[in-house]
Structure formats: structure tokens, C-alpha cells
């Protein structure tokens, strides 16, 4: 029974990741949303490394719906560079994308599951940086609907994992607590800035 519900959850978990990340891939193509590239590069990295660690973790189908998530990441970032959807580069933006790169390794060296989850867990949340910085600028150039659904998948990966520890909780909780203050700085900046 235990096992049904946590499937369950997983599958609600991969769904949710394809229903918020196919508007979200249209929106681009559509030149609609405007993703900053190196946050998605950042993302699809860490995420794919995280998939593999909550797996070595014992994370189980948890960990499912990131591994998933990792790929299409990927794909955004390509997609991203390709459509120049947001390609201004500050010198901030080259300090998270270089912080994110250098600690990279880290996991290589420690061989441990849980600190590898912490280092890309900041990893991850230093790549949301650019975005803030031009989602702060630019507040109408991002799809909030995307970073809602994104916190309800982590929500349901949450709920889905086979084993509980900080190494297979931390990720997505992290992740889903910065999507929550990326919508309210979003929102707020919205009604701030007229388009």
C-alpha cells in the first residue's frame, strides 16, 4: 500500500513536470518567456547530478520526476541559447555561473550522496541569480504559472520518495521554497512595473 501511494505521488510528480514545463517550452519558442540562460544551464546540471545522488541515497521513485525534470532543464537551456531568449550577461551573472561551476566537483571528492546534495543544492538556488536579478528588472518576461506548478511537483516528489533523510529532502524543498519567493517577488514587481 505504502508503495502504491508513493508511486502515485511520483506520477503526479512526472505529470506535473510535463504540464508546467510544455507551456513553459512554447512560451519560448513563441518568444513569449524569455529565460535567462545560464540559470537554466546551472539548473539542468545540478538537477541531473541531484537525480543521481537521491538514487545512491535510496531515494527511490522519488527521485523519478528530477531525473525527468534534469533532461527537459537541459532542453530549455539549449533552447535558451539558441532562440537568444535572454543572453545579457552581467558580471553577477558570470559570479553565480562561475560559483556553480566550481563547486561542481565537490561531490567528486566527497563520494558522499549527502553533501553532494548540499553543495548542488546551492548550487541550484545560486542559479536562480540571474533570473531574479532579471526577473526583478523584467518582471513580465517570466510565466508564473510554470513556478507554481514547479512547487506543487515538489511537493509531490517530496511525498513520493522511498526514504527520508536531508540527502533525498533537501533538493526539493530548497527548490520549491525559491519558486515561492520568485512568484511573490514576481507578483509584487508586477504591480510595481508597468509594462
Known sequence: MAFTLKLFFSG????????????????????VTKPHVFSWVIWGTTTMIVFFAQL?????IGAWPIGISGAITMVIAILAFVHRSDIS???????????ALASLPFWYFTSDPLWAVVVLTTVDLLGFGPTVRKAYDFPHDENLPFFVLFMARNA????????????TVLFPLAVGAACLCLLIMVSYRRRVVCV
Do not use: N, Q
Open 56 to 60: 545512491d541515497a535510496k531515494g527511490g
Open 89 to 99: 550577461i552581467t558580471p553577477t551573472d558570470w559570479l553565480f555561473f562561475g560559483a
Open 156 to 167: 509531490c516528489a517530496l511525498l513520493a520518495l522511498e526514504h527520508y533523510s536531508l540527502a
Open 12 to 31: 503526479v510528480a512526472i505529470i506535473l513536470t510535463f504540464v508546467a514545463f510544455v507551456p513553459y517550452i512554447r512560451a519560448i519558442l513563441a518568444g
